[in-house]
């Protein structure tokens, strides 16, 4: 992270944010808890754009460790290969955003402990790469979780055009961003600007929310 003494101040670091944002949205974004279900490709361009927006606390999620096929599309550096994705997530979060709150899980989310990981979060975001791990968090959300806003992904890949990819509002409390079509199963890759403009429609539909504007 560098001297203390390189590093502004909380206060300066808040100033800063209001100048762009607007003291009522920054206070609003400050209040917030948000959780990232999934880490990789979505995930941490998610936490990323959160993070630089002043979420005040994200929850990070993920029992994965960083990989080099990982480089290409998810924000990690080579050095962080073999680390596990929330902490070495947290490290490049805290140079980025060093007086968010930040709670982190190295383990695999599921029907038994979802509500303990993401229970304390106004947002949920989904962003695995796992269709039966989508369905899960979707359906304990929705369920079990009236009071929470999800925001969930379906359709970022290949090198097909950035105006494919849209958000959808679902329900009151659920909303779906993507082209809604194309799947990495189908040997469709992933490449780096598609999934980081799928990841920064989650990110806006979050504040957005958070803010009164969906």
């Given at each position: 992270m560098g001297s203390s003494?390189?590093?502004?101040s909380q206060q300066e670091m808040l100033a800063a944010?209001?100048?762009?944002?607007?003291?009522?949205?920054?206070?609003?974004?400050?209040?917030?808890?948000?959780?990232?279900?999934?880490?990789?490709?979505?995930?941490?361009?998610?936490?990323?754009?959160?993070?630089?927006?002043?979420?005040?606390?994200?929850?990070?999620v993920d029992f994965d460790c960083v990989d080099v096929t990982n480089l290409h599309r998810q924000q990690y550096k080579a050095s962080q290969v073999g680390l596990p994705k929330p902490e070495a997530l947290l490290a490049n979060l805290k140079e980025i955003a060093p007086y968010a709150e930040f709670e982190t899980h190295f383990e695999k989310i599921s029907a038994e402990n979802v509500d303990r990981i993401v229970g304390g979060a106004q947002v949920v975001c989904e962003a695995f790469d796992n269709a039966e791990a989508k369905a899960?968090?979707?359906?304990?959300?929705?369920?079990?979780?009236?009071?929470?806003?999800?925001?969930?992904?379906?359709?970022?890949?290949?090198?097909?055009?950035?105006?494919?990819?849209?958000?959808?509002?679902?329900?009151?409390?659920?909303?779906l961003c993507g082209d809604g079509v194309s799947d990495v199963n189908g040997g469709i890759g992933l490449v780096a600007p598609r999934v980081m403009l799928c990841a920064a429609h989650q990110a806006l539909t979050v504040v957005r929310l958070i803010l009164g504007l969906e």
């Amino acid at each position: 992270m560098g001297s203390s003494a390189a590093i502004p101040s909380q206060q300066e670091m808040l100033a800063a944010l209001e100048m762009r944002q607007g003291a009522e949205a920054v206070r609003k974004l400050q209040a917030a808890t948000v959780a990232v279900c999934g880490l990789g490709g979505l995930g941490s361009n998610i936490a990323i754009s959160l993070a630089r927006a002043g979420v005040g606390k994200l929850v990070l999620v993920d029992f994965d460790c960083v990989d080099v096929t990982n480089l290409h599309r998810q924000q990690y550096k080579a050095s962080q290969v073999g680390l596990p994705k929330p902490e070495a997530l947290l490290a490049n979060l805290k140079e980025i955003a060093p007086y968010a709150e930040f709670e982190t899980h190295f383990e695999k989310i599921s029907a038994e402990n979802v509500d303990r990981i993401v229970g304390g979060a106004q947002v949920v975001c989904e962003a695995f790469d796992n269709a039966e791990a989508k369905a899960m968090l979707v359906n304990a959300v929705l369920e079990t979780m009236p009071d929470k806003f999800l925001v969930a992904a379906s359709g970022m890949a290949g090198f097909d055009g950035g105006n494919t990819i849209r958000t959808r509002r679902i329900t009151d409390k659920f909303f779906l961003c993507g082209d809604g079509v194309s799947d990495v199963n189908g040997g469709i890759g992933l490449v780096a600007p598609r999934v980081m403009l799928c990841a920064a429609h989650q990110a806006l539909t979050v504040v957005r929310l958070i803010l009164g504007l969906e």
